[in-house]
Nanobody, 111 residues
Framework: EVQLVESGGGLVQPGGSLRLSCEAS????????MSWFRQVPGEESDWLCA???????NCAPSMKGRFTMSRDNAKNTVYLQMNNLKPEDTAVYYC?????RGQGTQVTVSS
């Protein structure tokens, strides 16, 4: 059974950092295309970053310089490092493998 479990969200002050984790089971993240999205209730999901089979990564232009994605094959986990967080980054963050996604983790940026 495929499962994705996100963690690492929480409340952070503007300018702070968080590292989100997405632990996968039921498949190997190695060589898989994995993505991070976020969603504010009532709005469309935003694609943030992806890691590809050759371990290259890419992020949406608006996220470059603040967000980076990485993968630890030994832990079967992907990560999203988020720096210099802003109130507009407040959302539920999801990782995806194909059409599968986890339950999400809430990130709230507020002073």
């Amino acid at each position: 059974e495929v499962q994705l479990v996100e963690s690492g969200g929480g409340l952070v002050q503007p300018g702070g950092s968080l590292r989100l984790s997405c632990e996968a089971s039921g498949f190997s993240v190695s060589r898989s295309v994995m993505s991070w999205f976020r969603q504010v209730p009532g709005e469309e999901s935003d694609w943030l970053c992806a890691v590809y089979g050759d371990d290259t990564t890419n992020c949406a232009p608006s996220m470059k310089g603040r967000f980076t994605m990485s993968r630890d094959n030994a832990k079967n986990t992907v990560y999203l490092q988020m720096n210099n967080l802003k109130p507009e980054d407040t959302a539920v963050y999801y990782c995806y493998w194909g059409s599968f996604r986890g339950q999400g983790t809430q990130v709230t940026v507020s002073s």
